[in-house]
């Protein structure tokens, strides 16, 4: 088969219509999975982690676990005791503690460019807030 240049050049145009339909509609829901996928990764660690902070509040039943001048709101022994429970590299919160169900009221915890913040209302109804962090800029102040 002996093509024409037009025709030729009209299969190339067709592939290059397809490849970019392609791109156009698989990179955003590639990414929307990966972000859905993620998400549900790391509210899951958050709950891990609000669990084995109520396990330690369970274990030490004597002495308060949130210290709202401690970093990270957790009293002195808490996060030792929380560690063996959460993922390597994550940065933990306690932001709030009920003392008489010892339960936690409000955390944040964030992994891999999210943050979950969970709080409990007055009503006692829980909610968990996942976000995804992007860095736009970073500014430094120069010597």
């Given at each position: 088969?002996?093509?024409?240049?037009?025709?030729?050049?009209?299969?190339?145009?067709?592939?290059?219509?397809?490849?970019?339909?392609?791109?156009?509609?698989?990179?955003?829901?590639?990414?929307?999975?990966?972000?859905?996928?993620?998400?549900h990764?790391?509210?899951?660690?958050?709950?891990?982690?609000?669990?084995?902070?109520?396990m330690?509040?369970?274990?030490?039943?004597?002495?308060?676990?949130?210290?709202?001048?401690?970093?990270?709101?957790?009293?002195?022994?808490?996060?030792?005791?929380?560690?063996?429970?959460?993922?390597?590299?994550c940065?933990?919160?306690?932001?709030?503690?009920?003392?008489?169900?010892?339960?936690?009221?409000?955390?944040?915890?964030?992994?891999?460019?999210?943050?979950?913040?969970?709080?409990?209302?007055?009503?006692?109804?829980?909610?968990?807030?996942?976000?995804?962090?992007?860095?736009?800029?970073?500014?430094?102040?120069?010597?």
């Amino acid at each position: 088969m002996n093509y024409s240049r037009r025709e030729q050049f009209k299969k190339a145009l067709t592939v290059v219509g397809i490849l970019a339909a392609v791109l156009v509609i698989g990179i955003p829901i590639s990414l929307g999975f990966y972000l859905s996928t993620e998400s549900h990764l790391v509210l899951r660690e958050a709950k891990n982690a609000k669990l084995a902070l109520e396990m330690v509040a369970l274990t030490q039943t004597t002495k308060n676990i949130y210290d709202a001048d401690a970093s990270g709101g957790m009293a002195e022994g808490v996060w030792e005791g929380v560690s063996p429970y959460v993922e390597d590299g994550c940065v933990l919160s306690l932001d709030g503690f009920d003392t008489k169900t010892r339960q936690v009221t409000a955390l944040t915890y964030s992994n891999k460019n999210f943050r979950v913040v969970y709080t409990v209302n007055d009503n006692g109804k829980h909610k968990w807030e996942i976000d995804y962090l992007i860095k736009i800029q970073e500014y430094t102040d120069q010597d």
